[in-house]
């Protein structure tokens, strides 16, 4: 079991350090790594639950392992296209940012969190189309106020509810068990994120590397 949950995860590992973040790359870090920690603990967390005493034994299902590794992977890219947005939102804060700006910084986090994913990650995962999806999802956005409220978390939710490998009329019944648990682990990140982010910080170490 370790070596599985390490598999996918292990690459990600998670800085539980209170550091302030002061350069974008600093930001971006994190929204990978806590991007990884929210899909795994909400994805194990609720399929253990659901499956009892049954869970460990599981993983010798191969049609099982591989569903998992779909879900994860799916999971995974939802919850970093939440993020992105959140971080990339309050980290230009006091920064005369065009839309275009924002994007593109999005759209680079995104990339990055995707290219940390396992080699043999499912081929049912099209990275691209992720991407794609991304880039359309952000030509709505409202960067000055709804890209910094816990409402642009609307994504990871989605994902998890669908594609966690239970039946289907198991996840109808656990539906706001499902969503209420991610909300919760996400409001924990995004008040350490929001402790730890130094605004006039990042926004010098961008300045910079525009001289």
Known sequence: MKNFLGEFFGRLAIRRDSAPLKTIEEVEEFVTTRSAFVAQKTLYGY???RMGTRYPSMFDD??????????KMQIFAACLSDLSIFAVANAF???PTSHS???QTAVNFYKKGLSENPN?????????????SFELRLSNIDWKIEAKDRSIFTESPKALYRWAPIAENLKKQDADIIVNSINFTWSEIRQRFLRRLDVSAVCSSIESKKL
Do not use: C, G, W
Not at 120 to 132: H, L, N, V, Y
């Open 47 to 49: 399929v253990k639950t």
């Open 93 to 95: 804060t006091n920064m």
């Open 62 to 71: 191969e049609r099982f392992n591989h569903s998992i590794n779909i879900a």
């Open 101 to 103: 700006q924002y994007v």
């Open 120 to 132: 043999d990650a499912p081929e049912e995962f099209s990275p691209q189309e992720a991407i794609s």
